[in-house]
């Protein structure tokens, strides 16, 4: 069953009881900064709903978690929540005491502000690693940002723009559905385009082995926050969230590396009035809510990719034919964060010999002589192969250029052993890259970040 | 017992009848390719002894394995070898039935043309994968190299030449030490810039666990060339270079890619005529045959980083107090290997926070708040801790600069749960990579390579 979405203005405010801000309080010091949030000085969110939500979240499974981490998912677990507290420009992270008292201090302060009984309030960071939070400019950020709430799509803009740090533009999408015979909505906003790996759980505690493995992991923070008006019970909106993510923001890589600030919520507010969508639901509602979930997580999860630091090509790794699921992604992932890889990505050089290596030396079983490699355009079947079982088939090099020439394409992997997939979905290594990322030794407040 | 060893000049040729020579026969076709031998126009090396040698090897553990790999293993087995023809300009990877006949070629080609029963030759190869050797350029490039043979330091200069492909500076060491009341020589050669992490065993077959878990491959094959005129038995010889490669060149990465083709080999002709180091020699014997053999490849290890491809900074990272050596080896690998912590070092930036993002996403168990980070001149005690229990210390950001300013330093991970330690040579993600690798569409022969 395919499942359309109309895609509708007003991101996380088109669900309706959805209210949202965005200000600016100075947490990102942006006399000093290299956040590229042009022109727009924002660095402090709220979204807030009308009514308790059912909540349902993922975290970071970095060992090394921060602060707002460990206060969100302690609280995510009591299942309803009213309003999320962002800020950017400080991850609070490997702050100590510190940090833990501070990410207490934003959730009680916020909902202080609102007039929201204890515990309504979540919390997520982004920005510098190591640096104490400047917590009067924060309060003083979460009173202004309360005074600013509305229901607006400038409001959602604002939002948006308050949680980037290097990314270069704003992502946000919202659908419009039919569930239960009446019209629901779901809006998404996220962040992220360096340190970016995630692998996360519902915990941010490790599972024995995440899904798909999961051999090494990410950095520059991801936060994705999505609003519904749908009614889900609580362990349905959490189970669907794993499985939105485990395809989506779990599926993506710019640099490899795992942030310690990573975080997907989804408050859903029941105001659309339709049946709670839960255990006793019509399978068919069930599975309209997933797909819709499943939309906006994936868009917003390749949208994170495209505005990558420095990324000026896309590409869908999708291995098949794999022996297990742990094998297909341990492949995909090998090729996808491959210094090599990436960096003919990124030349437009459709170099087999590259892919073919990191496949080899990934913890997947392969058999040299029964891969096929080839490329498509996005979303195409008609896949150009350029090995074909090991050996190089007859596609000229000009054709083989020609495909991987478009700024997105997809790399076709069948390895010829089982029935397993996974797919990546991955970005170029460019000089910008490098660049931006070298540091301002010139600024000792970027020292943790 | 510490060592000391005299270094002498002679590379290869040092050791008491081996015999050397490099030669042009445009396996490389230098009007297209990329590699930077300035000069020395030579892309095919002999290396002989004068009599039969006793033989150990290490090769590549990718699935994915050249020819000359697969042909080497096999013959190293039979324990011994009389010479070793290397190319460069073409790997003979990915290259199917045709690649296997002409490495065998390579082999009973270069026995014929020197006189040597069959059995006596071993193969390595470098270069472009996914292309059919040129067999006439190989086959006539072999008969020059035997006419060429010779004892001189020049000789050997030659054949060091003829095995590079996109390394700057040929890497040779050779020393001199008492062995059983004797004196003997031991030299060596290799190569390697790019597409390097090596992972060799014994074999080229996967252990159940790489020693240090080894979680990610290599790339830009890295080839080792080890003589010797000591005697050694067989099998002691085999366990002492794995012992060597285990913390020498499987301890390296440039960026983290495994190649196809990485091969180490040792051959020990006995002319020195020591009694032979074997299981029923004295310990001391064994231990400073073991010791030299260590500081040869540790030696040429370290050359491959410093001439890593765009390399401006080379960071030992030593990780220690981990509860697992497979931890230790872990948390180093993340490290050595993070985009973000590779381009903090290129800008000189002492970011701790992308360290600890890195070792808190590596499979190592690991507990932020136990976490020291600090950094040192290269094999001194005195380090400058930037991070103490998880917590930035008080050493200044001007301090810390300082620390990271030079070519090269050490990096301390102090884990503190257990008494496992690691380390693992690494190098900076310059834009210079980028640059180098991004490729040269538009030349189809670096299709593959």
Redesign the interface.
């Known amino acids: 069953m395919k499942t359309q979405f109309k895609e509708i203005s007003g991101s996380i405010v088109a669900p309706t009881g959805f209210l949202a801000s965005g200000v600016f309080c100075d947490i990102k010091k942006l006399g000093t900064g290299k956040g590229s949030n042009k022109g727009e000085k924002r660095d402090l969110a709220l979204i807030v709903s009308e009514t308790p939500a059912t909540v349902a979240g993922m975290f970071t499974?970095?060992?090394?978690?921060a602060a707002p981490v460990k206060v969100c998912a302690e609280r995510v677990k009591k299942g309803t929540a009213q309003v999320v507290v962002v800020n950017s420009g400080n991850?609070n992270?490997?702050t100590?005491k510190q940090g833990m008292a501070d990410a207490r201090d934003m959730v009680s302060f916020t909902e202080q502000a609102l007039g929201f009984s204890a515990g309504r309030a979540l919390v997520g960071s982004t920005g510098?690693?190591?640096v104490i939070m400047p917590m009067d400019n924060v309060r003083a950020g979460i009173i202004e940002a309360v005074l600013e709430l509305g229901y607006t799509t400038a409001h959602a803009d604002h939002a948006v723009v308050a949680i980037m740090t290097s990314d270069t533009k704003p992502k946000q999408i919202a659908l419009e559905f039919k569930l239960g015979g009446r019209t629901v909505r779901i809006g998404g906003i996220c962040k992220g385009a360096?340190?970016i790996q995630p692998?996360m759980s519902g915990t941010g505690a490790r599972p024995a082995a995440l899904p798909g493995g999961h051999?090494?992991?990410?950095?520059?923070t991801m936060l994705g926050f999505i609003t519904t008006d749908a009614a889900v019970e609580r362990k349905v909106l959490q189970v669907a969230l794993q499985e939105a993510v485990a395809h989506s923001f779990n599926r993506i890589t710019v640099?490899?590396?795992?942030?310690?600030n990573d975080t997907v919520l989804v408050l859903a507010n029941g105001l659309a009035g339709n049946k709670p969508v839960g255990r006793a639901s019509s399978r068919a509602d069930l599975h309209i809510f997933q797909a819709a979930l499943n939309h906006v997580c994936l868009e917003l999860a390749k949208k994170i990719v495209r505005d990558g630091e420095g990324v000026h090509r896309v590409v869908t790794v999708r291995v098949s034919g794999a022996k297990t699921v742990q094998d297909a992604d341990a492949a995909a992932r090998?090729v996808a964060?491959?210094?090599?890889v990436k960096?003919?990505w990124?030349?437009?050089?459709?170099?087999?010999?590259?892919i073919?290596?990191?496949?080899?030396?990934?913890?997947a079983?392969?058999?040299?002589?029964k891969?096929d490699i080839g490329y498509s355009a996005p979303s195409s079947k008609k896949i150009l192969w350029s090995?074909k079982r090991?050996?190089?088939t007859k596609a000229t090099?000009k054709q083989?250029?020609a495909a991987v020439a478009p700024k997105e394409f997809e790399l076709h992997i069948q390895l010829n052993l089982g029935k397993s997939s996974a797919v990546m979905y991955a970005a170029d290594?460019?000089?910008e890259?490098?660049?931006f990322?070298?540091?301002?030794?010139t600024d000792?407040s970027?020292?943790?970040?």
Request: glycine content about 18%; proline content about 4%.
């Open positions: 499974t970095n060992q090394v978690c991850a992270a490997c100590g510098r690693i190591g360096g340190m692998g051999p090494q992991g990410l950095h520059a640099d490899g590396d795992m942030s310690t090998a964060n491959s210094a090599l960096t003919s990124h030349g437009g050089d459709p170099n087999w010999g590259r073919i290596d990191a496949i080899g030396y990934s913890a079983t392969v058999v040299e002589e891969i090995l090991g050996q190089p090099f083989l250029c290594l460019t000089e890259y490098v660049d990322n070298k540091g301002d030794v000792a970027s020292l943790g970040g």
